[in-house]
């Protein structure tokens, strides 16, 4: 009789402490490759193009360009972007960074050099955030020198939860 209560005491603190699975997360993918023209260097713009978000759970696109959390909790979640890039001439640096509601963060900025005209490289980076309620994200980039027209061939980001 004792070992049965002992059993039936872990199945119970086992029960207690399950915590139900919640789906947060986007991914997001540019659907065809698309030109960022960069008026002013250093100046961060977002990214053109379609992106297809799907599959997403308590992410919404809106017409920003950005992503909005939806859900209620306050907390954090991992970034993770890849790109492939050129630039319509030699000797650019093009960096890529996330905007937290229209504040860039320099914590996320990640760059490449490409040293020859529509030379293309392939980056990427990890970021994360913290999140609440309706807060939006926002994929931009930038270059070294005024009117720099940036191809982004490819470009994939998925956004999940950083502790689940």
Request: glycine share 4%; hydrophobic share 40%; with cysteine.
């Amino acid at each position: 009789m004792k070992y049965l209560a002992i059993g039936i005491l872990i199945i119970v603190v086992c029960v207690a402490s399950y915590t139900p699975k919640v789906d947060i997360g986007v991914y997001a993918a540019l659907d065809t490759p698309a030109y960022t023209t960069v008026t002013t260097a250093e100046e961060y713009v977002p990214i053109n193009g379609v992106f297809t978000n799907t599959p997403s759970a308590n992410f919404t696109a809106v017409p920003t360009p950005a992503i909005v959390y939806t859900d209620g909790r306050n907390d954090y979640y991992e970034i993770d972007w890849h790109a492939s890039v050129s630039a319509d001439d030699n000797g650019r640096s093009v960096n890529v960074g996330i905007r937290k509601n229209s504040v860039l963060d320099t914590n996320s900025i990640m760059g490449t050099y490409l040293k020859t005209a529509n030379e293309v490289q392939a980056f990427s980076g990890t970021y994360v955030i913290q999140l609440q309620k309706n807060d939006s994200i926002q994929l931009v980039l930038t270059s070294t020198s005024d009117n720099d027209v940036v191809y982004i061939k490819h470009f994939t980001t998925t956004i999940r939860s950083f502790f689940n």
